[in-house]
């Protein structure tokens, strides 16, 4: 039976994206187009952050799992490199430099052309950010991280298939299972520039050991409502401490935001497993332009969101206006790249 809770979570996921990036614009911390702080945006951010990227590679891990029960690993590799490693080259060298085009206009009141721009854009010291100007691959991170992961996790995941359900005994336990928050977090102190590539490498080891033994899934259904409750209390501890309630403890703080991104990750899979396991043509749809509706949602982001907060001060007008018109472009973007077989190829469209 497909399982189609991968394909649901990883649509939502990418969909939350738009509020989440329009957040970014009105956070504490600086962005491509930086309005003001508003401190719901910063509610929102913070509860996402923790946990909905990781799930994406926990997702991957699972989706390469059961994708190489049906392909070759020469027909993966090719597979992940028309579908991240080309989209990421083309959306870097094409799309980020309007990002950064913009950014330059909006901080810095840069008055030269787009052409000009392109050479600060490769010259500029930058922070890799790009939120300033300079060189960035932006949002594109995600599918290089995901394509180096994929590769490095590969052998390992081919490894997995040679290995008794019996040896992962331990996280059909739901307390066993729940623990695994704690070489998460371990993992997690290795960065790369800022990306924790260790923890995503984990996560993605993580989710082809779930697809191996089908009890650890059944067991995330089965407590699905002990992670929930584990979750709000995370959250609520969340809350208190973001208004000054209580004081941040340090490591203790650190590890209950770790139990709050994988007790969210469990919550999110057992009640999607059993809940919304199915299909439909709205996710028909998303299943196969989500990963091209990610690479464009965030430059048209930066170009509405441009015009829109020189136009409008009052903050309503401003993120709806950002919102419904980036999702909008978006979908019409995408509509528009699936014509022509170039611009497929560029943006691992599936014909």
Sequence with gaps: MRKNYIDNIRIVCILLLFPY????????????????EVDLCDFFVGLLDPWFMPILFLLAGM?????????????????????????????????VPIQTYYAEKYHNGYTGNYI???????TKETDLTGYTGGFTPAHFWFLLVLFIVSLVALPGI?????????????LVNPIGLFMVFLPLNIVSIFELVGIPILRYLFLMLMGAVFCLNEKILDTIKKYRR?????????????????????????IISDLIKEIRAWSTILTVLGYTMVYWNT?????????????????VHQTILIVVAYFIVRNSSLFGVQYLGILIMTFLLSILSYEMLRRF???????????
């Excluded at 000009?116 to 490769?122: P, V």
């Excluded at 299909?279 to 690479?295: A, D, H, Q």
């Excluded at 077989?341 to 014909?351: C, L, S, V």
């Design 158 to 170: 081919l490894k997995l298939r040679n290995i008794r359900q019996e040896q992962f005994g331990s």
């Design 116 to 122: 000009e721009q392109l050479k600060l854009f490769f």
């Design 63 to 95: 989706s390469t799992y059961l994708s190489l029960t049906k392909r070759s690993n020469r027909q993966y590799i090719k597979e992940r490199v028309t579908k991240l490693l080309i989209p990421c080259v083309c959306g870097v060298l094409l799309t």
């Design 21 to 36: 990036h329009t957040c970014r614009i009105f956070t504490e911390e600086n962005f491509y187009i930086h309005v003001r």
């Design 341 to 351: 077989k170039i611009t497929r190829w560029m943006f691992g469209i599936k014909p």
């Design 226 to 250: 002990y992670y929930l409750i584990s979750m709000l209390l995370a959250i609520v501890y969340y809350l208190l401490e973001g208004f000054n309630i209580i004081p941040h403890l340090g």
């Design 279 to 295: 299909s439909n043509r709205v996710m028909n749809y998303f299943k196969v332009s989500c990963f091209p509706i990610y690479e």
